[in-house]
């Protein structure tokens, strides 16, 4: 069963892979993926009771995300079955990720280490040794992590959203699960900043005027150049060099799917990396236990 955000996303993939062009390869891979996340969606049932009023909870107060890892009520079973066919689906589309594969395979039959990982990765603790120990690729595997959890954040986002005051939070980090923003856009209505979680899929309201990664809000350093159209910006900072994408909702079609808009717009992350800026949400970041500033 899918989500209507699933369905159109699927759809939209569907449409991007019939075309002949750089991107039909990884819209397939991307449609089988997001099919595999959404069956374990469909599974898994979320219980927000113990979060109580999150509107009034101390932890929004104090800019401090929702979900600790200890909150998370994940069922090892399902975490390691959709590790093992993330990594067989990535075995499958890409053959010289044979051996990659079979040594994730590896990790994830180990339930103790998998619990590690799963904790470590989820509270931007360093994978370093993991990575070293097992001799997998650093990027591969916080790419397997991050799919196989997806689903399962996906839903708590869903449930707990839309009980956090908007205007309240307006900071640098997602409200439910602490995930650095990596793709924004402006609301067709009042043409207000979002920020988008790529760990939860989360959306948050943000200030225009301020570097979603640093927090500079100075007028002189902050900028943000868009295509022909106008359908696209591209907003840099000048203190830490960082940008982010984003869509202008107000120009474009009814039922766009941001996961759709992230592949389409490569061309310009590769135009912003060489013109000398990095995308602010691969920074080496961690769950903040504090007040984020």
């Excluded at 939209?12 to 891979?29: M, N, T, V």
């Excluded at 993330?86 to 010289?96: G, I």
């Excluded at 931007?124 to 397997?144: K, Q, T």
Aim: glycine content about 4%.
């Amino acid at each position: 069963m899918y989500t209507a955000a699933d369905g159109n996303s699927l759809r939209k993939l569907e449409e991007l892979e019939r075309r002949e062009g750089e991107f039909s390869g990884l819209a397939q891979f991307c449609r089988q993926l997001l099919a595999l996340q959404s069956e374990a969606k469909s599974r898994f049932v979320v219980s927000i009771s113990k979060f109580g009023e999150v509107t009034d909870s101390p932890r929004l107060a104090q800019g401090v995300p929702l979900l600790s890892f200890e909150d998370l009520s994940l069922e090892r079973a399902q975490v390691e079955n959709l590790f093992q066919e993330v990594v067989t689906l990535l075995a499958r589309d890409s053959p010289d990720l044979a051996e990659d594969s079979e040594r994730l395979s590896n990790i994830a039959s180990d339930r103790s280490l998998l619990d590690d990982v799963v904790r470590a990765w989820y509270e931007g603790s360093p994978l370093a040794d993991i990575v070293v120990a097992h001799n997998v690729d650093n990027e591969l595997f916080a790419f397997v992590i991050g799919a196989v959890l997806k689903p399962f954040l996906s839903a708590y986002s869903e449930a707990l959203l839309p009980l956090v005051n908007q205007e309240a939070w307006r900071r640098r980090c997602c409200p439910i699960c602490g995930g650095k923003p990596d793709f924004a856009f402006l609301e067709r209505e009042r043409g207000t900043r979002w920020l988008c979680c790529p760990r939860c899929d989360a959306q948050w309201l943000f200030q225009r005027l301020e570097c979603p990664y640093c927090g500079n809000q100075k007028h002189d350093s902050l900028a943000y150049l868009t295509d022909d159209e106008g359908l696209y910006r591209l907003y840099v900072c000048e203190e830490c060099r960082s940008y982010i994408k984003a869509i202008d909702l107000r120009l474009a079609e009814s039922d766009v799917s941001l996961l759709v808009e992230r592949i389409i717009t490569q061309d310009i992350d590769k135009q912003a990396q060489q013109a000398g800026y990095r995308r602010g949400c691969d920074e080496p970041s961690s769950l903040e236990k504090q007040v984020m500033l």
